[in-house]
């Protein structure tokens, strides 16, 4: 059984991976950040340091990386995980073991930030 899956573009697998990554780094769960994405003004900004992930997006790259890091409790973990994803999307093929090593990364990282 080949677990590869051929993608023509990273949209599709990835858009879940991301949204599993933004609502495990955030910080505030009854929230939604639909809003946030749309209204990018100045004055919001600030506003979004509730969630990691986006704060990072918009004000400090290594913000994100740096909690990741932090909440997984290993050095080096959201870097790692993202160059395998890169790699995945530049030959244009993900094994499924990939697919659930990143979610088992993310949700470890969940699970040790909810503990911390």
Do not use: C, Q, W
Not at 78 to 107: P, Q, V
Request: aromatic share 14%; glycine share 4%; net charge positive.
């Amino acid at each position: 059984m080949d677990n590869k899956v051929k993608i023509k573009g990273g949209y599709k697998f990835i858009v879940p991976i991301v949204r599993l990554l933004a609502y495990a780094m955030n910080n505030e769960f009854n929230r939604t950040y639909t809003i946030i994405l749309f209204n990018m003004d100045k004055s919001y900004y600030y506003k979004l340091s509730v969630n990691d992930l986006f704060y990072g997006m918009v004000v400090d790259p290594l913000h994100t990386e740096k909690r990741y890091d932090t909440y997984s409790l290993s050095i080096g973990e959201y870097k790692k995980m993202n160059k395998k994803l890169d790699g995945a999307l530049k030959n244009k093929t993900i094994s499924t073991e990939l697919i659930k090593e990143t979610i088992i990364s993310i949700t470890n990282m969940f699970y040790n930030k909810m503990y911390i």
